[in-house]
Nanobody, 129 residues
Framework: QVQLVESGGGSVQAGGSLRLSCAVS??????????MGWFRQAPGKEREGVAR????????LYADSVKGRFTISQDNAKITVYLQMNSLKPEDTAMYYC????????????????????WGQGTQVTVSS
């Protein structure tokens, strides 16, 4: 059974940093042949893509709203995906989710949540002004 467990959320002031982690287990497909993503959902809003990484070729994609501030990375040995978030803004406040798709990343689905198959339970990030 595939499990994705997020951690690292919390409350910070604007301008601060957080590092989210997503530990993956039970994955039958090699982590190096997967598309791993981070998504977020604020109250009353739709879930949106934040960043993704192709675990094979390490190509990344970011939402315009986080470019230059967030960095997605992975540790294949630990089967963990990270999201380093710097220069946080109040509008970054949301529940953050890790997700996986057991194929390479493809341009045609970008950061669309519905194309990702496995999801974690989320970790809350709150940024105060």
């Amino acid at each position: 059974q595939v499990q994705l467990v997020e951690s690292g959320g919390g409350s910070v002031q604007a301008g601060g940093s957080l590092r989210l982690s997503c530990a993956v287990s039970g994955y039958t497909v090699s982590i190096t042949r997967s598309c791993m993503g981070w998504f977020r959902q604020a109250p009353g809003k739709e879930r949106e893509g934040v960043a993704r990484i192709d675990s094979g070729n390490i190509v990344t994609l970011y939402a315009d709203s986080v470019k230059g501030r967030f960095t997605i990375s992975q540790d294949n040995a630990k089967i963990t995906v990270y999201l380093q978030m710097n220069s946080l803004k109040p509008e970054d406040t949301a529940m953050y989710y890790c997700a996986a798709r057991p194929t390479m990343c493809h341009d045609w689905y970008g950061l669309t949540p519905s194309w990702f198959d496995y999801w974690g339970q989320g970790t809350q990030v709150t940024v105060s002004s």
